[in-house]
């Protein structure tokens, strides 16, 4: 059967995120295009002195092939897509052979195709015939990730690599499974994410005075939005820590009518302009999921006495 479309099985990556054991992960998506494919088979050469498979889940160093991939659920309704005697983890290469389960009923990505060699029978197929289908993200961690993000293109291509004989797309010919091995060299690009964001100043402690002090005459109201009129002048800067290991500065606008806001009390439900209160303000920053968290101690003004000047009275703190 001759294929009309380029077909290709690509590797788009690396992702990079913070892993849960505090480690930096990257995910590798892999897809098909142009074809309906009854599953796929290849073979990743890595360097383990800049980077080894990982279990997805943990980022830990994968010690079984199956942990290292999370297929796509909208192609794969069950875990029964990786044929594990088919599939190998090595010191140096990592082996994927991913085909759907055969139970998996028919929908917007699975479909049937008939064989009749060796014999009669229907299989199942991703298709992606016009298309291109992901059909899933590899995990590996990130040995030395300064190291890493700095690499040319042919440097990154050097770590993880794929042999031209060591990929090829399994699809229905004329009547048998067929394989497809003229598959595009994968071409990696580091693509660094934001992995939290903390404020530059975490706690202040200061008085019912000051608070209200720094509000303009036209903002001063002895509510919550003194609150955060003061930390949008003493308490908005943030650090932004990304993948890549850079540290950049960011301006954090804190705003009461964000959905993310929240405030909590350690003394009563509500604002208290006089003082005694120490809040704890959170809120997700720029539109991201990165919760920013400060406290702020409020302690009461101390009148320690009077003075008159100019035939006006000055409270003395």
Same mark, same amino acid.
């Given at each position: ?8 099985l ?37 360097d %383990? ?28 309704? %069950? ?12 010191? &140096? #290469?990592?082996?994927i ?7 998996? +009923? ?8 008939q064989?009749?060699? !060796? ?5 199942k197929c ?11 993200? =590899? #995990? ?13 293109? #042919? ?10 004989? %060591? ?17 595009? +060299? ?7 994410t934001?992995?939290?964001?903390? !404020? ?9 005075? &000051? ?31 990304? &993948? ?7 301006? =954090?606008i804190?705003? #009461?009518e ?41 302690? +009461? ?6 003075k ?10």
């Open positions: 059967m001759l294929l009309q479309k380029r077909v290709n690509f590797f788009d990556g690396f992702t990079l995120q913070y892993g849960t054991n505090g480690k930096i992960q990257a995910l590798v998506d892999v897809s098909i295009e142009n074809v309906d494919a009854t599953g796929v088979d290849f073979t990743l050469d890595y %383990s002195k800049y980077i080894v498979p990982s279990n997805f889940d943990t980022n830990d160093i994968a010690t079984d092939v199956t942990n290292t991939f999370k297929a796509n659920t909208e192609v794969f309704t %069950s875990e029964a897509y990786l044929t594990k005697e088919y599939s190998e983890l090595t010191s &140096s #290469s990592i082996k052979n991913l085909v759907p389960d055969p139970q998996t +009923p028919n929908g917007e990505y699975i479909g049937e195709k064989i009749g060699s !060796p014999k009669t029978e229907d299989v991703i298709l992606a015939s016009d298309r291109k289908v992901s059909l899933g993200k =590899m #995990s590996f961690q990130i040995v030395d990730p300064v190291q890493v993000c700095n690499m040319t293109q #042919s440097q990154l291509n050097s770590i993880l690599s794929i042999e031209d004989d %060591s990929a090829y797309i399994m699809y229905v010919g004329d009547d048998h499974i067929e394989y497809f091995v003229d598959v595009l +060299p994968a071409e990696w690009k580091v693509v660094r934001l992995l939290d964001v903390t !404020p530059a100043v975490e706690e202040r402690t200061v008085t019912a005075y &000051s608070i209200y002090n720094r509000c303009s005459d036209t903002t001063k109201a002895g509510t919550l939005a003194d609150l955060v009129a003061y930390l949008n002048q003493t308490m908005n800067t943030v650090v932004q820590r990304y &993948s890549d290991g850079q540290q950049v500065l960011g301006n =954090m804190w705003n #009461s964000d959905e993310t806001f929240t405030v909590q009390y350690s003394n009563g439900t509500e604002y208290n302009p006089l003082g005694n209160v120490t809040y704890t303000v959170s809120q997700n920053y720029a539109g991201t999921d990165k919760v920013v968290t400060v406290k702020v101690t409020v302690k +009461p003004v101390t009148i320690t006495g009077f008159k000047y100019d035939n006006r009275i000055f409270v003395i703190q």
